[in-house]
């Protein structure tokens, strides 16, 4: 008995210990309104194309909303389509385990990063990094507080995550120069090789 009231105790102890100080996705707010460029089912390329997204502060809220938001970051996050049988990309409710939003477009303080005092709508253009990998995506901004917590959130999907998706096609690891050098030296091994055989063959011809 004394036992098992000790290892319940532990496990309540660790489980405190581990959630304490951890912010859940459903405790945030959709407070954010984004838009990203792409459109849906459009498909862009990795170190190629680029994304301009934009946001603000839901404008149908008090203009006290944000007070308390201090730093905002833009994520490329993966669709449940590229999700599915990938643990590495699962979404999890707990805000450090979650593996959701895994590219960092832009972190920034909330609203003076581009020199505007106002709260207008802000903007910013991104590249796409070389290594995106394949996949479907949307965009999402996280507000944080001066603690450095997430405390809002709003994205260029629903809350399902199945409308204003666009698709990344992603490196495959093979650049058209190597290709093409690759191609050259084929073939030039095979023009090398034919040589040598005529060469060779005249020889035996003269020595006869």
């Not at 709508?121 to 995506?137: C, K, M, N």
């Not at 990344?168 to 090789?193: C, E």
């Amino acid at each position: 008995m004394a036992s098992s009231l000790l290892f319940i105790t532990s496990l309540l102890v660790g489980l405190v210990g581990c959630c304490y100080g951890s912010v859940l996705f459903s405790s945030l707010n959709r407070t954010l309104v984004v838009h990203a460029s792409p459109k849906q089912g459009d498909v862009l390329r990795a170190g190629e194309n680029k994304i301009t997204v934009t946001w603000n502060l839901n404008q149908s809220l008090p203009a006290s909303t944000d007070d308390d938001y201090a730093k905002v970051k833009l994520k490329l996050c993966y669709a449940p389509v590229s999700q599915k049988d990938r643990a590495w990309r699962k979404t999890e409710n707990e805000m450090k385990r979650d593996k959701t939003c895994q590219f960092t477009i832009l972190a920034t303080p909330y609203y003076d990063s581009f020199g505007n005092a106002d709260k207008s709508r802000q903007s910013f253009e991104w590249a796409i990094e070389r290594d995106v990998p394949t996949a479907t995506y949307f965009v999402r901004a996280y507000a944080y507080d001066s603690a450095g917590a997430e405390v809002a959130y709003g994205q260029t999907t629903d809350g399902n995550k199945a409308s204003n998706l666009f698709d990344v096609q992603g490196i495959n690891g093979r650049h058209v120069s190597l290709d093409t050098a690759a191609a050259t030296f084929s073939a030039f091994s095979v023009l090398t090789l034919v040589g040598f055989f005529f060469n060779e063959k005249r020889k035996k011809a003269r020595a006869s």
